[in-house]
């Protein structure tokens, strides 16, 4: 420093120290912040997802009617009944059929239909229109729709009768064919879902990759399967989370066109049984270990599918 140099240092002034006085801290800011904006979802959550989660493991643990004043403590015994009980255990096998229906077969026809709408032009985005129209309509309606096209003297076995068929099958009354009949329902109604969101993922695939995959000399079945269909990983992975959790939670569909029958629980979904359990025979305790044996498989389920399909994502 050279000398006779003065270094001189300035005290701030009143208004700049209350300024600085003001101004919030780091650690306090962040956490105000998400306090203001997260606060409110938290709670919304808290109130409609873990305290009810969280009341119905209690309710299982106990005998609890909603008819019957008192209540017990049995702990796990409803969870051991479950394991013996043959119209859970057949709910839950009716259940996984219907899922795996539904799982692939829209999404087996979602991405070949929106392959095939994946082009400009009005008449392209009326149909897209027309396929996503089942996924706005109610579910009961949708099934009061299907109850009566199927049913034994519906207008598709009148049809039938018209063309020679003295015996049309019994789409809804037959116990070897209507849950396979109810599962279509369930997968035209989903149908659209997939083929809007596969037509968006289409929308991410460049053309360049495709057209050097043509020059390359590639058909356009091995351009699909080696540079689109990779591409739709993402999509993929979102529509089979959606599908398994939709059917494997399945209710409407159920209660209106077949109520479980025909017969004794051909096409009784675990929802079903365990609304029946709660309702109507009265038994909280034990439709409460039901659900919470639902919730468990869903949550597995979908944590398995999501780690394998986006194990692929990240490979591809």
Avoid at 5 to 21: D, E, G, L, N
Avoid at 54 to 62: A, E, R
Avoid at 188 to 195: I, P, R
Wanted: a positive charge; aromatic letters at 8%; hydrophobic letters at 50%.
């Amino acid at each position: 420093m050279a000398a006779g140099t003065t270094i001189h240092h300035h005290k701030p002034s009143h208004a700049q120290a209350q300024a600085r006085r003001r101004r919030p801290g780091g650690k306090g800011a962040g956490l105000w912040h998400f306090l203001s904006f997260a606060a409110p979802g938290t709670l919304i959550y808290f109130c409609l997802v873990v305290l009810p989660i969280t009341l119905s493991f209690g309710y299982s643990l106990t005998d609890q009617a909603l008819l019957r004043p008192k209540t017990h403590f049995v702990g796990l015994r409803n969870y051991q009944l479950l394991l013996q009980d043959e119209t859970f255990l057949q709910s839950l096998r009716v259940t996984t059929i219907l899922t795996l229906i539904v799982v692939i077969v829209p999404n087996v026809l979602g991405v070949a239909i929106a392959v095939l709408l994946d082009r400009r032009g009005w008449l392209y985005n009326a149909l897209r229109s027309v396929f996503f129209t089942p996924m706005v309509i109610s579910s009961v309606v949708i099934s009061v729709i299907w109850t009566r096209v199927l049913a034994d003297d519906g207008p598709i076995n009148q049809a039938l009768r018209a063309l020679g068929v003295s015996e049309p099958p019994g789409w809804l009354s037959d116990p070897d064919i209507a849950l396979y009949s109810l599962a279509s329902i369930v997968c035209w109604q989903m149908l659209g879902f997939c083929v809007v969101v596969y037509l968006a993922g289409l929308q991410g695939v460049p053309q360049e990759l495709a057209e050097a995959a043509a020059i390359d000399g590639a058909g356009p079945v091995r351009r699909f399967w080696s540079v689109t269909w990779p591409l739709l990983a993402p999509a993929l992975t979102i529509n089979t989370v959606v599908l398994l959790i939709s059917a494997f939670k399945i209710f409407d569909h159920v209660k209106v066109i077949t109520n479980g029958g025909p017969g004794t629980g051909t096409t009784a979904s675990v929802a079903l049984v365990i609304l029946n359990e709660g309702f109507v025979e009265n038994r909280t305790g034990y439709a409460s270990a039901e659900a919470v044996v639902m919730l468990i498989v869903i949550a597995l389920l979908s944590v398995i599918t999501l780690r394998v399909l986006q194990r692929r994502e990240v490979q591809l």
